[in-house]
Every structure is written in C-alpha cells, then in structure tokens.
C-alpha cells in the first residue's frame, strides 16, 4: 500500500484540477471522505470538484463544506486531470452519470476498504484491515503532510465513526482511535458531533422504525432478525435515502441475533438489502455477493430482484446455511 501512496501522491503532485468521487447512496464514511480530502486538496492549491450521484443525505448536513458535493447532472462536463474515487467497490457504485461527467483519458485513484473492491484505479490504494475509508484517507494525508484543519477532521471523524458503528465494530483498531485522537486535538468536539451523528434524527426515523419493528421477523431459533421497508411505508413516511442508515443496527443489538438483514424496495421493483453478522463464520459479505452484492464480511449489500417477499425468502435461506448451530 505504502508503494501505491507514493505512486498517488507522484500523480497528485503532476495534476492541477481533481474530480473527488463517492458511491450513490453515499453513507457517512464515503461524503466525510470525499469532503475531508476535497479541502486538503483544496489547501494545497488543487482545483477540487466532489461528485456523486445522490448529494448529501440531510442527515450530513451539518458536516462542515458538505455543500461542496455536487450531483452530477445529465450532460455536464468537469475538465479534470485526475479522479479519486472513495469508498467505492466497482465503478458502477460510482455511476454511469458520474463517469459520463468526466473525461475517460483522466487517470484514476481508487481508494477503499472494501474486500470486494475490483481494482479498477490506474492505482489502487485499498486496505480491507481499515474500518472506513476515512481512516485511509487520514494515512493519505499523514503521509502527505496535509494539514488537518477543524473542518477536515470533522468530516474524517464523522467518516470513521459512521462506519465503525461509533468506534465499537470489530475492525476498530488502536490505530484507529490515534487517529481519531489527532482529530479531537484538531478541533473535533466530540460531544457535539456524536449529537449530530446519532442524537439528530428526524421524527419519521423512528416512525419509520416503529412500522418496521411491527412485523420484524426473527428466524432460525432467535438467530436471524429481519425487517421490510417497503414502497407503502417510504411513501406514507416520505422517506429519502439516508433516513433509515443504520436502522439494522438496532435488530442487530439482538441478544440472540448473529445476522441481522434490512430489505427495501426500491422504486423500479428492486430490492437493496443491507446485512450486518456479528460472527464471522456468518459471512454475509459473501452471501451478498452470491446475489452480486459485496462489502465487508460482517456487513454487506447486494440489490435483489422483487417481489420483495421473494427476496427476503431466498436471502434468509442462503442464511439459514451458514449461521453457526
Ligand atoms: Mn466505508
């Protein structure tokens, strides 16, 4: 890895204008990311434009410069001569309108810690031993020398904090609590954020959880837990993307529960499923990508066709064979 940084860094040192990418659907790791490597970029005289596909989700906000993101709108044209892609497995997480925003000559920099991640940089810099992409892009800029300002770390810590489950996921290394200790000596207040992170959710949230928890259904003798956002309850709540990140966490907290999985139908009929194991002979990583998915081995995603009972019957059953007896 420490090769492909310096190669990066080579490359970074060459471009003046830098296209700064995340996946659709952007959770919390992919726009502290891209927003806190977009303004070190900035410091040091790039010229930085932040795509996605999707925004910001309202959740994030507060996120200091998290209006720099800007949706990539059919038929525009970014000029860039480099492109940094953050969080993302495949350059289809990316999107189609993303990629056509941008010149197909510009080299690309793929940083992520996905263990499905297909290598799709011109360098790639992944590290699956890293809980959330944030905590690479802090090596990045460590071994860079950018400075971290209160507003970079911000975004970092709200990146890696998303994506450990507040420092408390398995993955959650010492390295990733000096990190987030350089982070709080920049500025991070850290009462103040974990309020804007986890304490700051709109009313339809947890009506939206009410609903779901309704006809929660548990499998396999307590080991499984699962919910269905359907199309009836996202249109009766209004519910965007980002609403309900995270909400598997909470069927997950399950005593009895090793696999805890969130389906919801998505308009157009497919159906997102967002898996979370807390053993790792339960790999739901793979499982997810038996329905061409990926992510990490304890939590991972795949898009299935509907009905969306359909989905959630085949699912389960590729669960039920590898939950441990
Ligand atoms: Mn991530």
Redesign the pocket.
């Known amino acids: 890895m420490k090769e492909q940084i310096t190669k990066a860094l080579e490359l970074l040192e060459k471009s003046n204008s830098v296209a700064v990418l995340s996946h659709d659907r952007p ?1 919390g ?2 726009i502290g990311s891209v927003v806190g490597l977009g303004l070190m970029l900035e410091a040091v005289g790039k010229r930085v434009t932040i795509l996605n596909n999707d925004g910001v989700p309202h959740t994030l906000h507060f996120l200091p410069a998290s209006d720099r993101v800007t949706v990539a709108a059919e038929g525009a044209f970014y000029e860039v001569d480099l492109i940094i892609a953050l ?1 993302s497995a495949g350059k289809d997480r990316i999107g189609d309108r993303v990629w056509n925003c941008l010149p197909e000559k510009a080299p690309v920099i793929n940083i992520d ?2 263990v499905s991640n297909t290598a799709y940089g011109d360098i790639n810099i992944i590290d699956d031993s890293s809980p ?2 944030g905590e690479i892009v802090f090596d990045l800029a460590t071994a860079a020398g950018w400075k971290v300002t209160k507003e970079v770390a911000e975004n970092l810590f709200a ?1 890696i904090s998303t ?1 450990t489950g507040s420092f408390c996921y398995p993955n959650t290394t010492a390295k990733t609590f000096r990190a987030a200790a350089q982070m709080i000596e920049a500025g991070v207040d850290v009462g103040k954020i974990n309020q804007q992170l986890y304490e700051s959710f709109p009313l339809k949230r947890v009506e939206c959880i009410r609903d779901l928890l309704q006809d929660m259904k548990i499998s396999f003798g307590g080991k499984c837990a699962s919910v269905r956002l359907t199309a009836a309850i996202k249109k009766k709540l209004n519910l965007g993307p980002g609403d309900t990140e995270g909400v598997v966490d909470i069927i997950r907290a399950i005593d009895t529960v090793i696999v805890a999985v969130f389906f919801e139908e998505l308009d157009g009929g497919k159906i997102r499923v967002s898996s979370r194991s807390k053993d790792i002979s339960a790999n739901v990583g793979r499982i997810c990508e038996s329905f061409g998915g990926g992510g990490h081995n304890l939590a991972a995603g795949a898009r299935m066709k509907g009905p969306i009972e359909e989905a959630e019957r085949r699912f389960l059953e590729a669960v039920g064979k590898v939950l441990p007896t």
């Open positions: 959770d790791d992919a969080d810690h996905h959330a992409t990146a994506d």
